[in-house]
């Protein structure tokens, strides 16, 4: 029967003393992964917190709860893996306050989605974000089209800032409404102004088949013009 307060068992957990040195390496190793692995994930993984300071959040939420609930695991190599930990992030604060690169790889960087009332489509392929999801996000902020929309960005922390036309300067614009945008079709029924339904450009087409001049795809949903409601 083990005795309670074993004093090499409860800090060390009768390992040697140079398993300090695996702790480190293992903590070192194991916090470059969290960081790749939520670098990975994209801005929409880890929602108003950085990637940054989701691995420290998650890091040390699993150092500080093991020594707690179990008993082989010591806490001098979980206080540690603390040591470690904080090292690390202060190497990492430095780093990107040194460099914009670095920073730009560990927080992300603000990228324009729409640019006045259009998709701007090479930045919206690089970020992990599905259309239905950024039409969610849209909806939210009461916008019915993007012609209501002068820009839109993705910040750092998977936010999405917004800026409007004023009402006098909304022009026509693909639906997001679902009812609407429902409706796209490579077929135009009647003569009138569409919107592409990849890249968003607007158009003045007869009835028949066209391609977007911008991207050169084929769908359209028939535009609209309304003002926001605020």
């Avoid at 979980?78 to 914009?100: D, E, P, Q």
């Avoid at 690169?101 to 603000?110: C, M, P, R, S, V």
Wanted: with cysteine; hydrophobic share 40%.
């Amino acid at each position: 029967m083990k005795e309670i307060f074993e004093w090499n068992r409860l800090f060390f957990n009768n390992l040697p003393e140079a398993f300090i040195l695996e702790v480190i390496f293992r903590s070192t190793v194991m916090f470059t992964i969290l960081l790749l692995t939520l670098k990975l994930a994209g801005k929409r993984g880890v929602k108003q917190l950085s990637i940054f300071e989701t691995v420290i959040i998650i890091a040390l939420g699993s150092a500080a709860g093991d020594p707690m609930f179990y008993e082989d695991v010591g806490i001098i190599p979980a206080a540690i893996v603390f040591s470690t930990i904080i090292i690390l992030y202060r190497t990492v604060t430095w780093l990107t306050g040194k460099s914009k690169k670095f920073e730009e790889f560990i927080e992300g960087k603000t990228e324009c989605l729409i640019n006045n009332g259009k998709f701007s489509v090479s930045s919206f392929k690089k970020e992990s974000l599905a259309q239905d999801e950024f039409f969610s996000e849209l909806r939210v902020k009461s916008i019915e089209h993007l012609g209501q929309v002068k820009h839109a960005f993705i910040e750092p922390s998977g936010e999405i800032s917004v800026y409007y036309y004023p009402d006098e300067e909304v022009k026509y614009g693909l639906p997001i409404l679902p009812s609407l945008f429902s409706e796209k079709s490579k077929i135009i029924q009647t003569d009138g102004i569409y919107a592409c339904s990849f890249c968003g450009h607007t158009q003045e087409l007869t009835k028949g088949t066209a391609n977007c001049e911008v991207c050169k795809k084929e769908e359209w949903v028939l535009a609209i013009k309304t003002l926001r409601i605020t």
